[in-house]
Protein backbone atom coordinates (compact mmCIF):
# COMPACT_ATOMS: atom_id res chain seq x y z
CA UNK A 1 0.00 0.00 0.00
CA UNK A 2 1.94 3.19 -1.26
CA UNK A 3 1.96 6.09 0.46
CA UNK A 4 3.71 8.74 -1.68
CA UNK A 5 2.54 7.38 -5.51
CA UNK A 6 3.59 9.13 -8.52
CA UNK A 7 2.73 8.35 -12.07
CA UNK A 8 4.32 7.70 -14.25
CA UNK A 9 7.43 6.18 -13.38
CA UNK A 10 9.46 7.31 -16.69
CA UNK A 11 8.57 9.86 -19.43
CA UNK A 12 10.53 10.40 -22.26
CA UNK A 13 9.07 12.93 -24.90
CA UNK A 14 10.06 15.96 -27.30
CA UNK A 15 11.05 19.56 -26.17
CA UNK A 16 8.41 21.63 -27.07
CA UNK A 17 5.88 19.13 -25.77
CA UNK A 18 3.33 19.44 -22.86
CA UNK A 19 3.63 16.86 -20.18
CA UNK A 20 1.88 16.13 -16.25
CA UNK A 21 3.10 14.12 -13.48
CA UNK A 22 0.64 13.20 -11.08
CA UNK A 23 1.04 12.29 -7.68
CA UNK A 24 -1.24 11.17 -4.63
CA UNK A 25 -0.56 10.33 -0.81
CA UNK A 26 -2.82 8.39 1.46
CA UNK A 27 -0.84 9.65 5.18
CA UNK A 28 -3.77 11.87 5.36
CA UNK A 29 -1.08 14.52 5.58
CA UNK A 30 -1.49 18.35 4.56
CA UNK A 31 1.62 19.42 3.32
CA UNK A 32 2.84 18.30 -0.33
CA UNK A 33 5.92 19.11 -2.66
CA UNK A 34 7.66 18.96 -5.52
CA UNK A 35 11.75 18.55 -5.84
CA UNK A 36 13.57 18.30 -8.80
CA UNK A 37 16.74 15.86 -8.79
CA UNK A 38 19.19 16.47 -11.15
CA UNK A 39 21.87 14.08 -12.42
CA UNK A 40 24.57 15.01 -9.84
CA UNK A 41 22.21 14.10 -6.95
CA UNK A 42 21.22 17.63 -6.02
CA UNK A 43 17.77 18.17 -4.88
CA UNK A 44 15.84 21.40 -4.94
CA UNK A 45 12.26 21.81 -4.29
CA UNK A 46 10.33 23.54 -6.62
CA UNK A 47 6.88 23.86 -4.77
CA UNK A 48 5.44 23.50 -1.08
CA UNK A 49 1.37 23.27 -0.81
CA UNK A 50 -0.03 23.36 2.60
CA UNK A 51 -4.00 22.68 2.55
CA UNK A 52 -3.91 23.33 -1.12
CA UNK A 53 -2.28 26.33 -1.29
CA UNK A 54 0.60 27.48 -2.53
CA UNK A 55 3.67 28.43 0.21
CA UNK A 56 6.62 27.94 -1.60
CA UNK A 57 7.37 28.84 -5.38
CA UNK A 58 10.99 28.17 -5.54
CA UNK A 59 11.98 30.72 -8.31
CA UNK A 60 10.80 28.05 -11.02
CA UNK A 61 9.67 29.25 -14.56
CA UNK A 62 6.05 29.98 -14.92
CA UNK A 63 6.32 27.14 -17.17
CA UNK A 64 5.89 24.68 -14.69
CA UNK A 65 2.43 25.19 -12.92
CA UNK A 66 1.06 22.88 -9.88
CA UNK A 67 -2.36 22.19 -8.60
CA UNK A 68 -3.93 20.72 -6.07
CA UNK A 69 -7.39 19.96 -6.56
CA UNK A 70 -7.46 18.20 -2.78
CA UNK A 71 -5.08 17.81 0.07
CA UNK A 72 -4.43 14.27 -1.26
CA UNK A 73 -3.32 15.32 -4.66
CA UNK A 74 -0.36 17.78 -5.70
CA UNK A 75 -0.08 17.60 -9.94
CA UNK A 76 2.87 18.83 -11.86
CA UNK A 77 2.06 20.25 -15.41
CA UNK A 78 5.05 21.41 -17.42
CA UNK A 79 4.75 23.44 -20.55
CA UNK A 80 7.05 23.57 -23.74
CA UNK A 81 9.65 21.04 -21.94
CA UNK A 82 13.43 21.79 -22.25
CA UNK A 83 16.63 20.11 -22.58
CA UNK A 84 17.13 21.44 -19.11
CA UNK A 85 13.99 20.22 -17.58
CA UNK A 86 15.50 16.71 -18.03
CA UNK A 87 15.88 15.34 -14.06
CA UNK A 88 14.21 12.67 -11.59
CA UNK A 89 11.40 14.94 -10.09
CA UNK A 90 9.86 13.73 -6.39
CA UNK A 91 7.08 14.29 -5.11
CA UNK A 92 6.69 14.49 -1.25
CA UNK A 93 4.47 14.92 1.78
CA UNK A 94 4.53 15.79 5.74
CA UNK A 95 2.19 16.91 8.24
CA UNK A 96 2.66 20.17 8.60
CA UNK A 97 5.64 22.27 7.13
CA UNK A 98 8.78 21.10 9.69
CA UNK A 99 8.03 17.38 9.71
CA UNK A 100 10.21 14.50 7.91
CA UNK A 101 8.75 13.91 4.73
CA UNK A 102 7.95 10.97 2.91
CA UNK A 103 8.80 10.59 -0.65
CA UNK A 104 7.20 8.98 -4.00
CA UNK A 105 9.54 6.82 -5.81
CA UNK A 106 10.77 9.42 -7.98
CA UNK A 107 9.04 10.32 -12.24
CA UNK A 108 12.43 10.45 -14.68
CA UNK A 109 12.14 12.94 -16.90
CA UNK A 110 14.07 12.72 -20.22
CA UNK A 111 13.68 15.28 -22.91
CA UNK A 112 14.77 14.66 -26.18
CA UNK B 1 24.58 31.95 1.65
CA UNK B 2 23.05 29.24 3.89
CA UNK B 3 23.12 26.41 2.56
CA UNK B 4 23.75 22.83 3.85
CA UNK B 5 27.04 21.44 3.61
CA UNK B 6 28.74 17.96 3.40
CA UNK B 7 31.74 16.91 3.36
CA UNK B 8 32.10 14.10 1.55
CA UNK B 9 31.02 13.64 -2.09
CA UNK B 10 32.13 10.14 -2.38
CA UNK B 11 33.46 7.54 0.51
CA UNK B 12 34.28 4.20 -0.16
CA UNK B 13 34.54 1.48 2.65
CA UNK B 14 34.84 -2.46 2.80
CA UNK B 15 32.20 -4.10 5.01
CA UNK B 16 32.52 -3.64 8.91
CA UNK B 17 34.20 -0.27 8.67
CA UNK B 18 33.09 2.28 10.54
CA UNK B 19 31.50 5.55 8.99
CA UNK B 20 30.87 8.86 9.97
CA UNK B 21 29.73 11.55 6.94
CA UNK B 22 30.21 15.25 7.98
CA UNK B 23 26.97 17.50 7.93
CA UNK B 24 27.35 21.47 8.33
CA UNK B 25 25.06 24.24 7.97
CA UNK B 26 24.58 27.67 8.24
CA UNK B 27 21.02 28.68 9.43
CA UNK B 28 20.48 30.27 12.38
CA UNK B 29 18.20 29.99 15.23
CA UNK B 30 16.01 26.63 15.21
CA UNK B 31 16.70 23.81 12.64
CA UNK B 32 14.92 20.49 12.62
CA UNK B 33 18.17 18.29 11.17
CA UNK B 34 17.34 15.21 9.00
CA UNK B 35 19.43 12.20 7.28
CA UNK B 36 17.44 10.77 4.61
CA UNK B 37 19.20 7.51 2.17
CA UNK B 38 18.27 6.66 -1.18
CA UNK B 39 19.24 3.21 -2.43
CA UNK B 40 20.19 2.91 -6.13
CA UNK B 41 16.98 3.45 -8.39
CA UNK B 42 14.67 3.98 -5.13
CA UNK B 43 13.56 7.18 -3.72
CA UNK B 44 14.36 9.09 -0.13
CA UNK B 45 13.75 7.27 3.07
CA UNK B 46 14.20 9.12 6.53
CA UNK B 47 17.79 7.36 8.15
CA UNK B 48 16.83 9.58 11.53
CA UNK B 49 15.51 13.30 12.56
CA UNK B 50 16.28 15.67 15.52
CA UNK B 51 14.02 18.23 16.48
CA UNK B 52 14.62 18.33 20.50
CA UNK B 53 16.23 16.47 23.52
CA UNK B 54 19.11 14.23 23.40
CA UNK B 55 21.40 15.45 20.79
CA UNK B 56 22.39 12.01 19.83
CA UNK B 57 19.23 10.05 18.18
CA UNK B 58 19.38 6.71 16.71
CA UNK B 59 17.73 5.81 13.70
CA UNK B 60 16.95 2.45 11.57
CA UNK B 61 19.56 0.23 10.16
CA UNK B 62 21.95 0.97 13.51
CA UNK B 63 22.60 4.37 12.15
CA UNK B 64 22.91 7.65 14.76
CA UNK B 65 23.80 11.10 14.47
CA UNK B 66 24.62 13.88 16.84
CA UNK B 67 24.04 17.56 16.99
CA UNK B 68 26.09 20.09 18.20
CA UNK B 69 24.58 23.33 18.18
CA UNK B 70 27.91 24.97 18.68
CA UNK B 71 29.31 23.64 15.57
CA UNK B 72 26.18 23.56 13.75
CA UNK B 73 26.66 19.93 12.58
CA UNK B 74 24.71 17.14 12.17
CA UNK B 75 26.93 13.51 11.44
CA UNK B 76 25.85 10.58 10.77
CA UNK B 77 27.39 7.62 12.27
CA UNK B 78 27.40 3.92 12.11
CA UNK B 79 30.25 1.45 13.77
CA UNK B 80 30.01 -1.21 11.12
CA UNK B 81 28.51 -0.74 7.77
CA UNK B 82 27.37 -3.34 5.76
CA UNK B 83 27.65 -3.93 1.86
CA UNK B 84 23.94 -2.97 1.72
CA UNK B 85 24.60 0.52 3.09
CA UNK B 86 25.87 1.47 -0.48
CA UNK B 87 23.40 4.59 -0.76
CA UNK B 88 23.49 8.20 -1.63
CA UNK B 89 23.11 9.75 2.03
CA UNK B 90 21.73 13.09 2.25
CA UNK B 91 21.54 15.50 5.04
CA UNK B 92 18.59 18.29 5.35
CA UNK B 93 17.71 20.84 7.59
CA UNK B 94 14.22 22.65 7.91
CA UNK B 95 15.16 26.12 8.98
CA UNK B 96 12.73 27.79 11.22
CA UNK B 97 13.51 31.12 10.56
CA UNK B 98 12.13 30.61 6.79
CA UNK B 99 8.26 29.57 8.17
CA UNK B 100 8.88 25.78 7.44
CA UNK B 101 7.61 24.38 4.10
CA UNK B 102 11.07 23.91 2.29
CA UNK B 103 13.71 21.19 3.14
CA UNK B 104 16.93 22.18 2.00
CA UNK B 105 19.25 19.25 0.87
CA UNK B 106 23.24 18.54 1.21
CA UNK B 107 24.88 17.51 -1.91
CA UNK B 108 24.70 14.08 -1.07
CA UNK B 109 27.72 11.74 0.08
CA UNK B 110 27.93 8.40 -2.25
CA UNK B 111 29.14 5.74 0.02
CA UNK B 112 30.25 2.76 -1.49
CA UNK B 113 31.06 -0.96 0.54
CA UNK B 114 33.15 -3.46 -0.51
CA UNK B 115 32.26 -6.72 0.30
Not at chain 1, 16 to 37: A, F, P, R, V
Not at chain 2, 82 to 91: P, R, V
Request: net charge positive; proline share 4%; glycine share 8%.
Amino acid sequence: DTAVSQTPKYLVTQMGNDKSIKCEQNLGHDTMYWYKQDSKKFLKIMFSYNNKELIINETVPNRFSPKSPDKAHLNLHINSLELGDSAVYFCASSQGGVGEAFFGQGTRLTVV
Amino acid sequence: AQSVSQHNHHVILSEAASLELGCNYSYGGTVNLFWYVQYPGQHLQLLLKYFSGDPLVKGIKGFEAEFIKSKFSFNLRKPSVQWSDTAEYFCAVIPFNTGGFKTIFGAGTRLFVKA
